[in-house]
């Protein structure tokens, strides 16, 4: 069973910074792209970061460019989305997902192109 796991969300002030993990259970991150997104109560599910299955091609949404990054550890199974300077919009529950396919040149922003899903961890960012 695919199971992919969110850790390291939490309730923080504004300009802080947060390490969110998602890691993944047996090989399934594997020569996959993966990508993070977010959700509040009111808003559709909105795109972050994507990651190559490689490692070395990332994009991050507008809205966090210069904020926030996304990397992995091939050997952990494990993709992670760093958050700086942390903003009260930036409250949400994150969320990671990944592919199917495997050695994609595409970083899909869509959401809809994921397959895999994890229950998402809850980040808070008061004034």
């Known amino acids: 069973q695919v199971q992919l796991v969110e850790t390291g969300g939490g309730s923080v002030r504004a300009g802080d910074s947060l390490r969110l993990s998602c890691a993944a259970s047996?090989?399934?991150?594997?020569?996959?792209?993966v990508a993070w997104f977010r959700r509040t109560p009111i808003e559709e599910r909105e795109f972050v970061a994507v990651?190559?299955?490689?490692?070395?091609?990332?994009y991050v949404a507008d809205f966090g460019q210069g904020r926030f990054t996304i990397s992995r550890d091939n050997a952990k199974n494990t993709v992670y989305l760093q958050l700086n300077n942390l903003k009260p919009h930036d409250t949400a529950m994150y969320s990671c997902?990944?592919?199917?396919?495997?050695?994609?040149?595409?970083?899909?922003?869509?959401?809809?192109?994921?397959?895999?899903w994890g229950q998402g961890t809850q980040v808070n960012v008061s004034v």
């Open positions: 047996g090989d399934i991150f594997e020569n996959r792209t």
């Open positions: 997902a990944g592919r199917s396919e495997k050695f994609e040149t595409i970083l899909y922003q869509n959401p809809r192109r994921y397959d895999y």
């Open positions: 990651i190559h299955w490689r490692g070395d091609r990332t």
